[in-house]
């Protein structure tokens, strides 16, 4: 038997910060293809499939991580899109964020957010961060079976 592993959705805006979390997936040796987004208006691109990823397979991430300050759409409108559609809902969002705003995070639960983790400043705390949230939502949660078309 094969085992296929799904995809993890990066969406965020600072190169810096895209990069500590690619490291941090990657060092620890996490097999899950990571795609980069660097705006909420690829995000949803991405999500459905149009535009410069129309030819990507079509499979839900097995889990998003969403900056929730990012141009052209917000994290938390993109947050409301997927929890708002059918097919998109049952997809794990985990808020990866620099905002302790309480108001950010109330909004994030309330649109059905999974997780809501604040950018660790520390280095290998925020390394140590996204290989723990890595290896739990990408290999230790059972994600829904996929909607049939």
Not at 66 to 76: N, T
Not at 124 to 145: K, Q, R, S, T
């Amino acid at each position: 038997m094969v085992l296929h592993l799904r995809r993890i959705l990066l969406v965020e805006d600072n190169p810096n910060d895209a990069e500590l979390t690619l490291e941090g997936l990657t060092d620890h040796n996490l097999a899950n293809r990571v795609d980069w987004v660097r705006d909420g208006a690829e995000a949803l691109d991405y999500l459905y499939c149009r535009g410069a990823h129309s030819e990507r397979p079509v499979e839900n991430p097995a889990v998003i991580l969403l900056d929730l300050k990012l141009p052209k759409v917000d994290g938390l409108e993109v947050l409301r899109t997927i929890k708002s559609d059918e097919k998109l809902r049952s997809t794990p969002v985990v808020v990866l964020t620099s905002s302790r705003e309480e108001q950010d995070m109330i909004e994030s639960y309330r649109l059905g957010v999974n997780a809501y983790v604040v950018k660790p400043v520390n280095f290998h705390d925020f390394i140590d961060a996204i290989h723990e949230l890595g290896a739990f939502w990408a290999v230790v949660n059972e994600p829904p079976p996929m909607p049939r078309a």
